[in-house]
């Protein structure tokens, strides 16, 4: 084993990151990595090899200096509190694009814990956790299906597993957005969620978000259409994402001023959710 101890570029929390004091993951091939945070906000990680070690960095994304967008946007009126009361917070990621991928897919639906349900049997299913693109290209449309997928959904994501080097897309910043957006069943959303968890980008919101969408009915007193949380992330520029994540766990919280989930559940009409 490797042990190293890391110290996080910009305000960094493993626990509010993690959801958990003591982080421990399974990774591709069968590597392992675990870490803890010390009082001076040190990073210890303890991996199988360096492999394991370098993954462990980019899942937890320990190497991304937020100190910007912290600055930027800690006196915001609508996102403000948010960053100051969950300083240090990152979006957690997944080992490989292809379980973003799954995860992404997957999340198309309404009740995000049925969303998280068949993720995981998915994942049971392929029989390697994290999954890579080979593992869940060997499932087939129905094999999906028999987990819960919906039709449409199997066929787009056996089409992506199969079709589209998705482990490439980390090293194509400039042509990945694109590239995912050309494929039929993927919209702005799932792009934003592959983006956040699996590409370890800042700069794309998770537009048409269920919980986005919640967030402006509350403030508005009706319900908006999906696109609209397209002009709620816009003043965040190159990091819409990163506020999408604060956004949303602000508004579980209760810290984005003016809006309340009781507020919203109170509102008559939902919505679909985006693609």
């Known amino acids: 084993m490797l042990e190293a101890a890391i110290r996080p570029r910009g305000p960094y929390s493993l626990a509010l990151t993690t959801a958990t004091a003591a982080w421990n993951a399974r990774l591709p091939a069968g590597r392992t990595a675990s870490a803890h945070q ?19 960095r980019f899942v937890l994304a ?10 930027r946007f800690a006196s915001d009126p609508l996102l403000g509190p948010s960053v100051r009361a969950l300083r240090g917070l990152r979006p ?24 998280r349900e068949i993720e995981r ?35 787009t994501l056996v089409r992506l597993v199969r079709t589209v080097d998705l482990e490439s897309l980390r090293g194509s910043p400039d ?10 069943g993927v919209g702005p959303w ?6 956040l968890h699996g590409l370890g980008r800042y700069d794309v919101g998770l537009v048409g978000d269920l ?6 009915a509350s403030l508005r007193g ?44 109170s509102l008559p009409r939902l919505v679909r959710p985006a693609a």
């Open 211 to 216: 919980g986005l969408v919640k967030l402006l």
């Open 38 to 56: 010390l009082r001076d906000g040190t990073v210890v990680v303890r991996a199988t090899d360096a492999v394991a070690l370098g993954e462990a």
């Open 190 to 195: 799932t792009v934003g969620v592959v983006s």
């Open 222 to 265: 009706s319900w908006p259409d999906a696109a609209d949380t397209a002009g709620l992330l816009e003043p965040y520029r190159e990091w819409q994402g990163l506020a999408s994540v604060f956004l949303l766990q602000g508004f579980k919280r209760g810290l984005v001023p003016g809006a309340s989930m009781d507020r919203a559940r």
């Open 62 to 71: 320990l190497d991304d200096d937020t100190s910007e967008f912290h600055g």
């Open 92 to 115: 957690r990621r997944t080992a490989t694009v292809a379980h973003a991928t799954l995860k992404a897919v997957c999340g198309q639906l309404v009740q995000s814990r049925r969303g």
């Open 121 to 155: 049997a998915v994942v049971r299913a392929c029989g390697e956790d994290p999954p890579r693109r080979e593992s869940l290209a060997r499932l087939s449309p129905a094999a999906l299906c028999s987990h819960g997928l919906a039709a449409s959904r199997a066929a």
């Open 175 to 184: 042509t990945a957005v694109p590239r995912l957006l050309r494929e039929r």
